[in-house]
């Protein structure tokens, strides 16, 4: 037998009554620190869905497309975006590439538009979207000047249209 610090005091051994205490004691403040976080939570997601409550009473009762178009409008000046995407999602084939013309500025706002359309547009617009293809998207481009051997295919505005290369179809 060692002669350590708990043989000096005489093998001293908390009684079960008072471990039992300790346990209860541990779990009673563990579950009061995660009832704090449930509350500051609770809090926080409510403040968050009370202001968005328009929106999630919208998407029960909505299919899927048009809460896609919702997902993909920046401002209001981009709510025919989406629908334009759809469209070329539906007339393209698949194997067909297209490309994107997008003003550059603002950036932010135009960097939104991009990747939103080669989200919807995947696979038909993936990559470095400078290579000419079969198809060009142009969406608020007031000044681009179609490629020679191309034509406007469907004019959605006069500076929203989709154009063609003669011949690809």
Known sequence: ??????????NHKVPKH???????FKKIVGGLI????????FHDNWQDMKNNMPYYKFAVKSSLDPLRAIHCVYDRGTRDYYWILK??????SRKENIQLIIPKNPKERYEFLREKGRYYLYPRNYGNNEEMA????????????????YHKYVVFTHDKYLAIKTGAL
């Open 1 to 10: 037998m060692g002669y350590g610090f708990a043989n000096v005091l005489g």
């Open 18 to 24: 008072q471990n039992l205490k300790m346990n209860i």
């Open 34 to 41: 995660v009832l704090t976080w449930a509350i500051f939570w």
């Open 134 to 149: 079969n198809f060009i998207l142009v969406y608020g481009v007031k000044d681009f000047e179609i490629p020679k051997g």
């Open 87 to 92: 469209f070329c999602n539906d007339a393209i």
